[in-house]
C-alpha cells in the first residue's frame, strides 16, 4: 500500500509531528490559522486522513462533495461536536477522538476556574494590573470558602470523575453528580457521591456546578434562564465542555443581576469570539479555551491520532473510533 496522505490542520507539538512525518505522507497546515470549508473541502479529495480540530467546522459546506478520498478524520480532541457525524458518516468517513489523556489536565483547569471564581482572582488581578489597590483591608474582594462546600457535576464522564477526584479529596467537597445513564456504584463510592435523576434536582442543592457534559446540538443550552433560576443566589458556574451548552445571554443576566454569585467559562459560544454582554460582567472569569493546554496533555492527543491512524491503516478498529 502507498504511505498514507495525512493532512494536519493546525500546528501540533513538535515531537508528534515528527512521528507523523516518519509514519505517513503528512503535510502541515504551515500558516496555523483555521482552514475555510472550502480549504476543507478540497483536503478531503486529496488526504487519505484529515486530522482536525475543534476549529475545524466540518459540516455541510465542508461536505459538499461526492467522492471524498479522505477515510479517516481522526480529531485533535476529546469533544467532537464541532463534526456533523450523520454526514460524515454518509461519506462512510471513520471519526476517532482522544480521550483520557486530556482528562485529568482539563480537570485541573476546571478546579482552577471554581477557585479563580470563589475567590475573585480575576477581578484581584485586574484590580492589581490596573494600579487601583489601594491596600489591606478587611473588606477588601472577599470571596466565598470552597473547603466543605457541595458541587454538582454534570455529566460523570472521565473529565467529571477526575474533577469529582479533586474537588472531593482535595477540597472535603461533597459531590452530587448528575449523567444520563447510571453511574456504577463503585465509581460512586469513589467519592462519596450520590447521583439525581435530573439537572433541575441537582442545581437547587450545589454551591459549585461544573459542566462536564458533550456539547453539539443535543446539549444546547441545557443551562437556560430557566435552570440558572433553579441555581442558589451564592452558587457559581464553572464550563470546561462546550459554549453551546450554555444560553450566554442568560447567563450574562444572571451575573448581571446578581441571581447566581459568579461564573468561569473556558469555552464559548462561536469561538474566538465572545459575546460582548459577557465582557461585561465584573464576577466572571474567562479563559481562551486552555483545559488541554499542556505540554503532557498536547503531545499525548497527538500520539493518541498516531495509535488512531496506525489501527485504522493497519486495518485494524481504532481504538477511539466515535461513529
Ligand atoms: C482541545 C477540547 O484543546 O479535547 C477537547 O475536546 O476541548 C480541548 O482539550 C481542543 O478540542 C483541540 O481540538
Known sequence: MATPKVLVTRRWPAAVEARLSELFDADFNSSDTPLTPEDFREA???YDAVLPTVTDRIGAPALE???PQTRILANYGVGYSHIDLDRVGRHGMVVTNTPDVLSECTADLAMTLLLMAARRAGEGERELRAGRWT???????????????TLGIVGYGRIGQEMARRAHHGFGMKIVAYNRSKIAPEVLARCDAIQVDSIDELLPQCDFVSLHCPGGAENRHLIDSTRLNLMRRDAFLINTARGEVIDELALSQALWFETIAGAALDVFNGEPNINPALQDCENLVMLPHLGSATREAREAMGFRVVDNLRDFFDGRE???RVN
Open 44 to 46: 478531503l479529495q486529496n
Open 65 to 67: 462533495l461526492t467522492r
Open 318 to 320: 481504532p481504538r477511539d
Open 135 to 149: 491596600g489591606w483591608r478587611p473588606t477588601h474582594l472577599v470571596g466565598t470558602k470552597v473547603s466543605g462546600k
